[in-house]
């Protein structure tokens, strides 16, 4: 099938933002009197809204969530937001998908302008027709509230060859909540059989194999 839109998560996907997220997380976390392991037990952190995984992986309460999650922002707004790199491929394949026509787009639970302000430094912005992401405020931060919001600024009507493509469960779960299929790409960040047991269409390791799933 030739999928057109073609809609992407940011974090662990388009881009490696995994040390400004476990510099914040980590930072937060100890700040909360909580015991931190190596960086490859934080990884969990990467993908789901940020007050979601307080309370999912640490048993904080709603208030207690809130509060680490305002010791995180801080931070991350000042360093960790900047403490990044797109992953391998991705550039590369964002050019031969727009070059083939196709309709691109970002959604992702990270706040929007933080996504938008790693775009811009990296020149990505250009390959996108939508970028939606979660508001600060957490009123918007849901996958597939974020899918929904990037489908409406493309104009999206009929979904039916729309597709994700996330590295997380919470990308393919999302995508199915708005009737779309999604696209695993294995970057390390997900848990070892993650993707597929959420129900990913197709896995693929790298951008290498993601160009020649979409392209043929």
């Known amino acids: 099938m030739k999928y057109d839109p073609i809609l992407f998560d940011f974090?662990?996907?388009?881009?490696?933002?995994?040390?400004?997220?476990?510099n914040g997380i980590r930072l937060t976390l100890e700040k909360a009197g909580f015991s931190v392991g190596a960086d490859s037990?934080?990884?969990?952190?990467?993908?789901?809204?940020?007050?979601?995984a307080f309370k999912e992986f640490c048993g904080m309460t709603e208030d207690e969530a809130r509060r680490a999650k305002g010791v995180y922002r801080e931070y991350?707004?000042?360093?960790?937001?900047?403490?990044?790199?797109?992953?391998?491929?991705?550039?590369?394949?964002?050019?031969?998908?727009?070059?083939?026509?196709?309709?691109?787009?970002?959604?992702?639970?990270?706040?929007?302008?933080?996504?938008?302000a790693i775009l811009e430094r990296y020149g990505f912005t250009g390959y996108f027709k939508a970028i939606a992401g979660g508001f600060l405020d957490e009123t918007r931060s849901k996958k597939s509230e974020v899918i929904a919001a990037a489908l409406?600024?493309?104009?999206?009507?009929?979904?039916?060859?729309?597709?994700m493509v996330g590295d997380r469960k919470y990308?393919?779960?999302?995508?199915?909540?708005?009737g779309l299929p999604c696209i695993g790409l294995d970057s390390g960040?997900?848990?070892?059989g993650e993707l597929e047991a959420a129900?990913?269409?197709?896995?693929?390791?790298?951008f290498a194999q993601l160009e020649k799933l979409l392209l043929g």
């Open 41 to 52: 037990e934080l990884y969990k952190f990467i993908g789901p809204p940020v007050v979601q």
């Open 152 to 163: 409406e600024q493309l104009q999206t009507r009929d979904v039916s060859r729309a597709v």
């Open 11 to 22: 974090d662990g996907t388009l881009f490696d933002t995994s040390e400004g997220i476990l």
């Open 189 to 192: 960040f997900s848990e070892v």
């Open 76 to 116: 991350y707004a000042k360093y960790g937001i900047m403490q990044c790199k797109p992953i391998g491929g991705a550039e590369e394949c964002l050019k031969k998908l727009c070059a083939a026509g196709r309709t691109l787009a970002v959604a992702t639970s990270k706040p929007e302008p933080f996504a938008r």
């Open 199 to 206: 129900g990913a269409i197709f896995v693929v390791k790298n």
């Open 171 to 178: 990308d393919v779960l999302g995508a199915k909540e708005v």
